[in-house]
């Protein structure tokens, strides 16, 4: 891993419905997570752990689409 960079403003303006949001990106960055994928890697396997991640995004997707259907 790369040394962190410091962001001197760390805040990113959006707009959700509408409404502009101020987040907070200083807290975004999760150092735990090649820990973490070394440990689901070892576990599952690189085809298990790709498996387990399609089935995910395209539950993610098959639920954005209905939800898209319903409004």
Avoid: H
């Amino acid at each position: 891993m790369l040394p962190p960079v410091i962001d001197p403003a760390p805040t990113t303006k959006i707009e959700r419905d509408g409404r502009p949001i101020e987040v907070d990106t200083s807290r975004s960055v999760d150092w735990t997570s090649p820990a973490r994928f070394e440990r689901l890697n070892q576990r599952y396997g690189r085809w298990g752990l790709a498996r387990m991640e399609a089935v995910v995004r395209l539950a993610d997707i098959w639920c954005s689409a209905l939800s898209e259907e319903r409004t």
